[in-house]
């Protein structure tokens, strides 16, 4: 099974973990059914990494802050990583065929992928090109040289980030790959001509992934990949995390409260398929105490202890059976193919369900044998060791479907049962358990219950901690940190643009609006619709900002405006203007405001 992930933010290094997690859900499913799964990750984005060059230790940091984080989680990572810089021989030979294959033209300087010339552009999602976005953000303009709305760049040799470091020769001028190009050369240079499953973020879906598609099909003259799976967002209850106000859940501060398993059975357990998921410190510890500690936890020490109790830790096959016991059996060994049915269709929180469905049978078949009843009578006692042997033997089986999700608590149990993980084709067989073998004497209980009450106080010390580390870092973005000498303001160099006539700026008009109402875009992340106050005429303005700013924020500000901008659709609402922005080297926006108090509807001038 060929597998290729998309590479990790260079700002964020948690974003691909629940990718890296997945295929190591699948590299366990697979192998143990005799498949070899290959996996490459490909660090990307040539247009922001600065490898070798300024920032390149930092960039270096986050990758390695990534692998650190997986190996804290126990999680799978990559068998190749490769560089998106090593293959600019590969990227300018792709370009190449798709340019002689008539899939590519060249305009003002850059090669361009025509999508008119594939039968299926949009995979994943109909589109109506007429109500895309030319940008998502304000300063991004629609690109004039295109053929059509949705192509997009193979290679650059002019753009807005022609001040770039990285740059190198190629047959159409010095320049640099598109972001897509990057990973189709990267999964066919390792994978070769198909790969079985590529995964990323649900944002990267559109357009991202499909542009992958189109170019490497076009480049190949055939499919190229067979599955794609999607990661979606993980959200709090506010549906929207920030270090500003110190909600932000960080993986090492999860595992320093609830441990390693605690927090893979949440993260995967919790993400239901083909939704967001929702995360809290509430809501962890409550499936803590009612999942892990409770279900899983108290049935494995309540069966050592028993036996420990009532046969000096011996567990004993006597034969003497009921009823209930062929229920439990039936239970117990159909587990395995309703995991792999979950698992075949990537619906990883319901393949977990179905193992602790296992766990909450032999808690229901503890009630229905009363074995505490069975040991008050000489006679039963035969029962009574068959009984506890079927719980013995079903937590085994258990504890082999639990060990692709939450290993080290799989490890635990079994080595308390005195027995080791069984192979995947013996998880549907029951009566393996070695009848007279002897289970610990000193069981370890796996998942304490916790108290809200003692884990909040940290809680709380942890948003502190973060509250106070964002507010160092704004003061250190300010330049009012307190040392001895002041940083020196950093500055921004763009690209110019050609010049204008006076008589091209004065067609402009810019005047000063006030925001008297906001929302966000349906069916877009990253979009607000804005009624603005200018002068007596209020106009709709729509702005790809809402990662910096809320709608709630938006109401109230005075910005400024740049009012006869001809009306364009953006994501299928029309939008009357522009409101100015500035954007920072790490594509942070600040909106631009009067420095003094103007009344809605000055010029600016």
């Known amino acids: 099974l060929k597998y290729v992930i998309s590479g990790p933010h260079q700002l964020d290094p948690s974003l691909p973990a629940q990718s890296y997690e997945s295929l190591k859900l699948l590299k366990d499913k697979y192998l143990s059914q005799g498949l070899e799964l290959s996996i490459i990750e490909g660090p990307t984005d040539l247009d922001k990494v600065k490898l070798g060059l300024p920032g390149a230790d930092e960039q270096l940091e986050i990758f390695k802050e990534l692998i650190r984080n997986c190996a804290k989680l126990n999680i799978k990572t990559p068998d190749v990583v490769e560089p998106a810089t090593n293959l600019i021989p590969e990227y300018i030979e792709m370009v190449s065929k798709l340019l002689e294959t008539g899939h590519a033209y060249i305009a003002g300087g850059n090669v361009y992928f025509d999508t008119s010339t594939i039968d299926k552009y949009y995979v994943f999602n109909d589109h109506d090109e007429e109500d895309l976005a030319v940008g998502v953000r304000e300063g991004v303009f629609e690109d004039e040289n295109k053929k059509n709305k949705a192509d997009f760049v193979l290679w650059f040799t002019k753009s807005k980030f022609d001040d770039q470091e990285l740059k190198w020769d190629s047959p159409w001028g010095v320049g640099y790959p598109g972001w897509h190009i990057e990973c189709s050369a990267i999964s066919i240079k390792h994978l070769g001509e198909y790969c079985d499953l590529h995964c990323g973020g649900i944002d990267n879906a559109f357009p991202h992934h499909t542009n992958e598609i189109a170019q490497s099909e076009a480049y190949l003259g055939h499919e190229w990949c067979s599955q794609w799976f999607h990661v979606l967002h993980l959200n709090d209850e506010t549906g929207k995390m920030s270090k500003s106000k110190g909600n932000v859940i960080y993986a090492d501060d999860l595992v320093n409260v609830f441990g390693v398993d605690a927090v893979r059975y949440f993260m995967l357990h919790e993400m239901p398929f083909e939704n967001d998921g929702v995360i809290t410190w509430e809501l962890v510890i409550e499936r803590f105490n009612s999942d892990l500690a409770n279900i899983l936890g108290n049935l494995v020490n309540r069966t050592i202890s028993m036996s420990n109790k009532y046969f000096d830790g011996v567990v004993r096959k006597t034969g003497v059976t009921a009823e209930v016991d062929e229920d439990l059996k039936a239970v117990v060994t159909g587990t395995r193919d309703k995991v792999q049915e979950k698992m075949d269709k990537l619906r990883v929180a319901d393949a977990i369900t ?252």
């Open 354 to 605: 179905a193992v602790f469905d296992l766990f909450r049978r032999c808690n229901k078949y503890i009630d229905e044998t009363t074995p505490w009843v069975l040991a008050k009578d000489e006679a039963d006692h035969d029962r009574l060791a068959e009984v506890l042997y079927n719980l013995t033997e079903s937590i085994t089986i258990g504890a082999g479907l639990l060990h692709s999700f939450l290993p080290e608590t799989a490890e635990k149990i079994v080595n308390q049962l005195n027995t080791t993980l069984r192979d995947y084709d013996d998880l549907d067989k029951f009566g393996l358990y070695e009848s007279g073998s002897r289970v610990t004497d000193t069981p370890e209980i796996l998942f304490a219950r916790l108290d809200a009450k003692e884990v909040m106080p940290k809680v709380e010390e942890i948003k502190a901690a973060q509250k106070a580390e964002f507010e160092a870092e704004q003061k250190k973005l300010a330049g009012e940190t307190e040392t001895a000498e002041e940083a020196e303001e950093s500055v921004i160099d763009i690209e110019p643009k050609a010049e204008i006539e006076y008589d091209d700026f004065m067609k402009m008009q810019f005047q000063v609006g006030e925001i008297i109402a906001c929302e966000a875009v349906p069916k877009s992340k990253k979009l607000l619709c804005s009624q603005v106050k200018i002068g007596s005429q209020v106009k709709q303005i729509v702005s790809g900002i809402r990662k910096h700013y809320t709608p709630e924020e938006m109401v109230g500000k005075k910005v400024m405006v740049l009012v006869n901008l001809k009306p364009a659709k953006l994501a299928g609402v029309v939008s009357e203007g522009m409101l100015l922005c500035a954007e920072d080297e790490n594509g942070e926006l600040a909106l631009m405001v009067p420095e003094k108090k103007m009344p809605s509807g000055a010029e600016i001038c």
